[in-house]
C-alpha cells in the first residue's frame, strides 16, 4: 500500500496539539523547487512549531499556525533541520520566501519574515554538526 501524497499545505493531514502542527497519518510531502521534485516521509505523530513569530507581532503578522504559514514553515523547518552548512540555510531560507508567496502571503509581510529568518541564519543559527 502506498503513502498518500500530499502537495500543498492545504493538504497537510494536520491538527494542533498545545502549541504544535502534527501529522495525523504518515505520509509523503512533495514539493517542486526549481525543477526538482523535493519529499519527505513524514510519519503520524511528527510535529512542527509553524512560523517563528514573537508573540509581540502576531497582530502584526498573524499567529505562527495560521494555515497561510503552514507550508512555507513546514518545508523551511525540514530543510534548516538538515542544513549543516550556510549554504544549505540560505536555499531554506529562499524556499520559505518562495512558498510564501505561492501561499499569496502579502508582500511586505513574506519578506518581514524572510528578513527574520534571514538575519537569525547569518547571525545566530549555529548547525547541528554529526
Request: net charge neutral; proline share 4%.
Given at each position: 500500500m502506498?503513502?498518500?501524497?500530499i502537495e500543498?499545505g492545504?493538504?497537510?493531514?494536520v491538527?494542533?496539539?498545545?502549541?504544535?502542527?502534527?501529522?495525523l497519518?504518515d505520509?509523503?510531502?512533495t514539493m517542486?523547487?526549481?525543477?526538482?521534485?523535493?519529499?519527505?516521509?513524514e510519519?503520524e505523530?511528527?510535529?512542527?512549531?509553524?512560523a517563528?513569530?514573537?508573540?509581540f507581532a502576531?497582530?502584526?503578522?498573524?499567529?505562527?499556525?495560521?494555515?497561510?504559514?503552514r507550508?512555507?514553515?513546514f518545508?523551511?523547518?525540514?530543510w534548516?533541520?538538515?542544513s549543516?552548512?550556510?549554504?544549505?540555510?540560505?536555499?531554506?531560507?529562499?524556499i520559505?520566501?518562495?512558498l510564501l508567496?505561492?501561499s499569496n502571503?502579502k508582500k511586505?509581510?513574506r519578506?518581514a519574515?524572510w528578513?527574520a529568518?534571514?538575519?537569525y541564519?547569518?547571525?545566530l543559527?549555529k548547525?547541528?554538526?554529526?
Amino acid at each position: 500500500m502506498s503513502l498518500p501524497s500530499i502537495e500543498c499545505g492545504d493538504q497537510l493531514p494536520v491538527c494542533l496539539v498545545g502549541d504544535r502542527l502534527v501529522f495525523l497519518i504518515d505520509c509523503i510531502v512533495t514539493m517542486n523547487w526549481a525543477g526538482v521534485t523535493v519529499y519527505r516521509e513524514e510519519k503520524e505523530g511528527n510535529s512542527w512549531d509553524g512560523a517563528t513569530i514573537p508573540w509581540f507581532a502576531w497582530s502584526v503578522i498573524g499567529h505562527p499556525l495560521s494555515k497561510e504559514f503552514r507550508w512555507a514553515s513546514f518545508w523551511h523547518d525540514r530543510w534548516c533541520e538538515s542544513s549543516q552548512y550556510i549554504e544549505d540555510r540560505t536555499v531554506g531560507d529562499a524556499i520559505f520566501l518562495r512558498l510564501l508567496r505561492e501561499s499569496n502571503v502579502k508582500k511586505w509581510k513574506r519578506l518581514a519574515m524572510w528578513l527574520a529568518v534571514r538575519l537569525y541564519g547569518l547571525l545566530l543559527w549555529k548547525p547541528e554538526r554529526q
